[in-house]
């Protein structure tokens, strides 16, 4: 830009001053339509608009100076937030402690500070929480998946289905959708999910447990909580076709069941003769 020394430095100044300016408009909740109105009024390059701007900053400022502690606490509550939705453990939570619990300084630069670290711990486990999410979804997709799976198995030992299908009951179609969901895609889903498990654990975690106790209601490792579950199913599976198998032998130890004796047949003469003597 072409112009006057004093209009390159007032310029230079403006700048700066912008710079500083809006930060504060963002944290202190300054309405958009106020921004633009001390922007329409002070866009001219002359030392009236730098000196509007220095006052403007000097209340931001001074409004700053006496929200510390709210903006501090805000900033506490998001960060507890986080550490529960990334299901932080409690070493981790150890390690952040102080960021929770120190009190705000009276001087502005050090709770500026604190503010700022809190802050970038929020934003740092806001990375955590979107590597997190998929996994979230993964557990819900998984019991989903392993509820319809009960519900096919004993679907498919129910000997009134085929009358059922006329009332209304899963069609042919829908059982062989549910035996593909329950046959292929559940055991992708577990395999996909207990991998990512593994990596979070390794990779955030610090090799410490993951725990979803909001997911899967119990306050267990989620690798160990998908083990049992499968071992579980597994049990039961084996414990219905012990079963079978035992009335079936017994039945077959029964043998065939036995058709009732015919009573002979009494001749018709023989009848007639009968009610023409007792006539």
């Not at 001053?17 to 001219?44: C, M, T, Y």
């Not at 895609?185 to 207990?194: E, M, S, V």
């Not at 990512?196 to 899967?216: E, I, K, T």
Request: charged fraction near 30%; include cysteine.
């Amino acid at each position: 830009m072409r112009g006057t020394h004093s209009q390159r430095v007032q310029l230079a100044r403006l700048r700066t001053l912008g710079q500083h300016i809006q930060p504060l408009w963002d944290r202190l909740g300054v309405f958009p339509q106020e921004q633009q109105a001390f922007f329409q009024k002070n866009s001219a390059i002359s030392q009236r608009c730098v000196d509007a701007c220095e006052t403007e900053l000097a209340r931001l400022t001074e409004l700053k100076r006496a929200r510390m502690a709210d903006f501090v606490n805000a900033a506490r509550a998001t960060l507890r937030t986080r550490l529960d939705e990334t299901r932080t453990n409690t070493l981790e939570r150890a390690k952040v402690a102080a960021l929770l619990s120190e009190a705000v300084p009276d001087d502005v630069a050090a709770a500026e500070g604190l503010l700022t670290a809190i802050e970038t711990e929020v934003a740092r486990l806001d990375g955590i929480l979107e590597q997190l999410q998929p996994i979230v979804r993964a557990c819900a997709k998984y019991l989903a998946l392993a509820g319809e799976r009960n519900e096919y198995e004993a679907l498919i030992q129910d000997s009134t289905r085929l009358l059922n299908r006329k009332r209304g009951g899963p069609s042919m179609f829908e059982e062989e959708q549910m035996r593909a969901r329950v046959t292929k895609d559940l055991p992708r889903t577990l395999q996909t999910l207990t991998a990512a498990v593994a990596a979070y654990q390794r990779d955030v975690l610090g090799n410490a447990p993951l725990v979803m106790a909001d997911v899967f209601g119990v306050d267990k490792p989620v690798l160990e909580v998908l083990q049992r579950l499968e071992a579980e199913h597994e049990e039961r599976v084996c414990r219905e076709r012990e079963q079978k198998k035992g009335r079936q032998e017994a039945l077959d130890k029964k043998g065939p069941p036995t058709m009732p004796s015919a009573r002979p047949r009494v001749p018709l003469a023989s009848v007639t003769v009968a009610k023409q003597h007792k006539n």
